[in-house]
Structures are given as C-alpha cells and as structure tokens.
C-alpha cells in the first residue's frame, strides 16, 4: 500500500476558538496506509476533534498534521450522525460525484446494503428523502452516507463512531457496508 496516504500527527495541539483548555493536547501517532487505526479513549478525551482535524476543518495552533501525497479533498468521512439533502437517493449517493452513472450508484448502493431501503420505497432510488422527505431510520441513513463514500473512493477514510445510533439489525448491514468501504483503505 502506498506510503502516500499514511496520515501522520506530530505534537499536535488545538484548542476551540470558544475553548479554554486545548481539545487535543501534544498528539503524536501515524496512521499507516492501507491500515486500520482506532482512537480509544473517555467521552471528550478528543476522538471527534483529533477526526476533524485532519480535513482541517479547524487549522491546529502548534504541531503538523500530514497525508503522504494524498489531496485533503480526497477523504471521505462518515461522522456518527450524516444528514440527507431534501432531494432523490439517487443525488445523495451522488454527493460530488458529478459523472457517476445511474448504474455507479445503484452498485455503490448495493455494496452499502441499501437494496433493501430502495425496494421498500415506492419510488426506489428516485424517491425524495431528507427533510420532509420519506423518512428513514438513523441506520439507513448511515448507510446511505457509507454508499455515498463508496462511489467516492476516497484512498483515506475517517469514521467517527458510525454505529453510534444503529438498532442491532442495521448495526449487522453496517459492518458488512463498512467492510465493502474499507477494503485496502486507510482508515
Ligand atoms: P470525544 O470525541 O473523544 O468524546 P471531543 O473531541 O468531542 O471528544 O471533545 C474534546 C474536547 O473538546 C472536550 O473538552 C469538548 O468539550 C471540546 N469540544 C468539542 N467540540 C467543541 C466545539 N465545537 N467547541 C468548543 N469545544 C469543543
Ligand atoms: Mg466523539
């Protein structure tokens, strides 16, 4: 596996623009590539801060933050609670991927485990989710967000306790969604 999308932390400190004390204080680990690395820690240790951080959706205040060759705008995440847009399950698989095929998505579909979701919809993936949309449990959206990162694929995947609102029974389809997303991945 390339070297290229090892994400490496070095002294690592961030603090909120509202915090006080730093959310992440002096943080050091290599993710390898192709590899799977797990935060383990006590609620508000920094697992979720030290994930955001790495597509800089905050900027850390000392220490580097580097992927190996791989373009931040190449990642992929699921966080524990995705949202749908008010539009078709076809254009939320979609996400950014502007020339993927009818037959792209409903593949990524299947690989997620969402066949079920779209047979039990009137109008398959042409039906309208999101909003005031058809409505769909917090395990079947994860599982249309995992889809969406399918068709991505994204070299580096950060997941953020994905289970997290997941009855057993999609908790099951999740992992096996999971495992299709993760395949060779760093993660
Ligand atoms: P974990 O995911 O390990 O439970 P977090 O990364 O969510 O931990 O939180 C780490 C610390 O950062 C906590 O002290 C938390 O209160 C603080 N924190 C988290 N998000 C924010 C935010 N948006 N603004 C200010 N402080 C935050
Ligand atoms: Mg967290």
């Avoid at 919809?121 to 994860?142: A, F, R, T």
Wanted: glycine residues 10%; negative net charge.
């Amino acid at each position: 596996m390339a070297q290229g999308s090892d994400i490496c932390f070095e002294h690592v400190t961030f603090t909120y623009p509202t915090g006080e004390q730093p959310a992440v204080s002096d943080v050091s680990f290599t993710a390898k590539a192709g590899t799977v690395t797990a935060l383990v820690g006590p609620s508000g240790s920094g697992k979720t801060t030290i994930g955001t951080l790495v597509p800089r959706f905050y900027d850390v205040q000392e220490g580097h933050i580097t992927l190996g060759g791989v373009e931040l705008s190449e990642i992929a995440f699921v966080f524990q609670n995705p949202k749908l847009l008010k539009t078709t399950l076809e254009e939320n698989i979609r996400g950014g991927c502007k020339n993927a095929s009818r037959e792209d998505i409903l593949r990524a579909a299947r690989l997620a485990q969402c066949d079920d979701i779209l047979a039990k919809l009137p109008e398959g993936i042409d039906s309208i989710v999101g909003g005031k949309g058809v409505y769909l449990s917090g395990g079947e959206v994860q599982r249309v967000a995992i889809a969406r990162a399918i068709l991505k694929d994204a070299p580096v995947i950060i997941l953020d306790e994905v289970t997290a609102f997941a009855d057993p029974e999609n908790e099951v389809q999740i992992q096996a969604a999971l495992k299709e997303l993760t395949k060779g991945k760093t993660v």
